[in-house]
């Protein structure tokens, strides 16, 4: 396959000719299950191509013309390979002006598939509401180009505008500004956005439903269909403080609003960092605010990732390590600075197991792995997340501490503000930033760090006070002799955070001892596990219940696995019931029954999983 280099999953050749801004009009048509309309798109070479290579993903291609004058375009649409297809359009032979020689507009007729990758389409019964059909997309990493024509990698950045029509009951949000809505014939309504910002592909963004909003802060609304809108503003009141902690270590917020939207279960991640509104999980929902360190995280984005982007995903930790970084120093500054050590060992214990998972000597553990061939969701992991967080974790602390590495964090993300960069890019700036500490830099083992696979070479010195009780009462329980006095009881983990609940039962989940199945049901029974809301606690917990072959919960894990669809919770789960032999084909009977109903990257990704695909 002939792909663009510099970005191994894109046909595009953006050195030739790019995309700056794309205007979408588009119907949606829920019985058919796609899309349909066009695209324009405003195109500047940079050197004297007569074509414009675009990614394409079973796209069906109608007509493609000149935007200014309505003349036919010639087209090409390139063999069928694992990233799709390129789509070669003949540029026209006048430019948009006799002053800009080099730019042109051009308009694509097309509409989606109804496998399109980009796009979950749920029926009326799979919403809470239960009466109107819903529509949500998830394009990164790179399933944008299922959803319109692009040159669909982050190294291409270009502002959008889009007019989406819907059936007058139904509800558009987009990651853009909205700008009007207007009423059309045919009991249908009009929604236009834009986006003023660059953003690449993967942040267009757009959902379609029974949704409502309701005011969380001064430039925050929280959306989600009526029977979840209470609960959602409650669980996100403090969106603000975050946002404002955000601005106070990375600079101005460019966005102008930040408004999160509640996706159904289906949603395969925590959450999607989409310009002006984050998708989330309802998984979040707790009611007590406790998992609500996932919306630190997507703010984060709102500069490590969407302001400074990896110019591809083999150097996604530069998104994702930074954004964990910001994360976690906005919760210091919320609950302290042994909360953000307490994260960041849970994370590295979190790291080890996926490690394990994919071997120790797997390059996809490299900071920056080599993806060539290798589609992105192949390579998805948290190995980019806490690698990249402890290995700038590691410079804070060998450059002076948070007073000196703060003031670099905002220097350097003012620095590279729209633009999308490598690694090498990223280094040169920190040697360019601390030209006094070039001997210190010098120390460090870049090779290792960044291109070498496995666990990092050093683990910062994190402070244990909050993890050592969690360590201690784990271990209790394993040693405990069950002939002896009961010594446990519910006031034990009274006064842990949710966080070290769950750290109590990963420390047994990990440890090489299996509980006797006696034990772990006392243990239910006294800490009232089986009743937790908390979808973090409840993960773990079954899954130590997994380890420890309690046979009775696997159709607990099996419901939690397909209720919802966060790959976080339901591939771990899947695999653990895979490597237990006698329940094995129970796990992949009812991924087959339920495939159907997730979301395209995670029925792949669990298929891997169970191995039913290479």
Known sequence: MSLSPGDPSSFSRPEFAVVTHTHLELDVNFEQKVLTGKAILDIETKSTTTELILDNRKLVILNVTNAI????????????VEFGSKLIVQLPQTALAVNDNNKYKIEIKYETSP??????????????????????????????????????????????SAKISVPQELTVVMSALLDKVSDLENSKKLYEFHQ???IPSYLVAIAVGALVSKQIGPRSK????????????????????????????????????????????????????????TFVTPTILVGDRSLANVIAHEIS?????????????????????????????????MFGEKMRHFEALHGIESLREEIKNLGKTNQLTNLVPNLAGVDPDDAFSIVPYEKGHTFLFYLEQLLGGPEVFEPYLKSYLNMYKYKSIKTDTWKDYLYQYFPDKVELLNSVDWNMWLHKPGMPPVIPDYDKTLVNVCTKLAKQWIEWNEDTVMPFAIMDIENFSPGQKVAFLTDLHKSSTVLPLNKIQRMADIYK????????????????CIKNRWESKVSDALAFATEQGRMKYVRPIFRDLYEWVEVRQ??????????NKMMYVTAHMVAKDLHLID
């Open 196 to 198: 003023p910002v660059q």
């Open 115 to 160: 496998n399109a990758t980009a796009l979950q389409w749920l029926t009326a019964e799979q919403t809470a509401g239960g009466v109107h059909p819903y529509l949500f997309s998830q394009c990164q990493a790179i399933h944008a180009r299922s959803m319109f024509p692009c040159q669909d990698t982050p190294s291409v950045k270009s502002t959008y």
């Open 222 to 277: 929280v959306w989600a269909e009526k029977e979840f809108i209470d609960k959602s503003a409650f669980e996100f009141e403090e969106t603000e403080t975050m946002l404002h902690i955000a601005e106070q270590l990375c600079g101005p917020y460019v966005w102008g609003i930040y408004d999160i939207l509640v996706l159904p279960p289906s949603f395969p991640f925590g959450g999607m960092e989409n310009p002006c509104l």
């Open 529 to 544: 596990l089986d009743s937790v809301k908390n979808c973090e606690i409840r993960f773990i917990w079954l899954r130590l």
């Open 586 to 595: 129970r796990a992949i009977d009812v991924y087959l029954s339920k495939k």
């Open 69 to 80: 004058d309505g003349s036919h375009l010639q087209y090409d649409i390139g063999s069928d």
């Open 301 to 333: 984005h709102s500069w490590t990732g969407n302001l400074v982007t990896n110019a591809n995903f083999e150097h996604f930790w530069l998104n994702e390590g930074f954004t964990v970084f910001v994360e976690r120093k906005i919760n210091s500054r």
